[in-house]
């Protein structure tokens, strides 16, 4: 009998928490705080005007048009993606109320500089709406696929006194493993027939087909409306790294 799991449920820590434990976080800020002016009004004016969906792959492109250093650039994104438009307030907020965390990183000079800037900075970009609901859409419904294995076997019979083999018999194990709603794993097996393994690849065919002429059908009736992400991802192209 396998041993029982018992995992707990918790509340996640306030996101200005987690920036303080976080010195990824903490060396983007103070980037962010650094950028002159007319870089955060370009940033702004270009994230307003952008089309189709901000995935992490396009936005850093278009930080990238107005800031020249890639760490610089990614540290901007990063950001961006980390600190909603709803929170900027309540971060500003707790900027002011937890200062002795704050000087830890962060000189009186820079402080002034890092609220004026995300103040501007953080807005709610149209594009970075729009992939963010995609991203709760692909994993709103069903559970995420880990893994698909089909493995051939071969099942033997043996007479009545388990001496000798009589035959042999084919068959697959078709193994499937998601993730649950709490993150861990749930797989389960099914036993193919040689028929359903045929049946499930002419499936897979025809699958494959429908898929190719809804991306052809959505580049014509809406350009820059497939959004970049892994439930979307073509065989053909890697999805931009989530970061």
Request: aromatic share 6%.
């Amino acid at each position: 009998m396998p041993e029982s799991v018992i995992y707990m449920r918790g509340f996640a820590p306030p996101f200005f928490h987690q920036v303080l434990d976080n010195g990824q976080m903490k060396e983007d800020l103070k980037s962010v705080a650094a950028l002159p002016r007319n870089q955060i009004t370009g940033l702004r004016e270009t994230l307003t005007s952008a089309a189709g969906f901000l995935d992490p792959n396009t936005l850093l492109q278009l930080i990238q048009t107005i800031i020249c250093d890639i760490n610089i650039s990614e540290s901007v994104q990063r950001t961006l993606r980390a600190l909603a438009y709803s929170d900027v307030d309540r971060f500003l907020e707790m900027l002011d109320t937890e200062t002795p965390e704050v000087e830890r990183f962060l000189d009186v000079e820079s402080l002034a500089s890092l609220k004026a800037n995300l103040k501007e900075l953080i807005q709610p970009y149209p594009g970075l709406k729009r992939f963010r609901k995609a991203e709760v859409l692909a994993t709103i419904t069903g559970n995420s696929l880990e893994s698909l294995e089909l493995v051939c076997d071969l099942r033997p019979i043996f007479d009545e006194n388990r001496e000798n083999l009589e035959g042999l018999m084919p068959y697959t194990r078709l193994h499937i493993v998601t993730t649950g709603v709490d993150g861990l794993p749930v797989s389960f097996e099914a036993e193919l027939t040689h028929k359903q393994v045929v049946e499930l690849a002419e499936k897979s065919e025809k699958t494959k087909k429908k898929l190719l002429v809804l991306r052809d059908k959505i580049a014509a009736w809406l350009p820059d409306r497939l959004p970049d992400l892994p439930l979307t991802a073509s065989p053909e192209k890697d999805v931009s790294d989530v970061t």
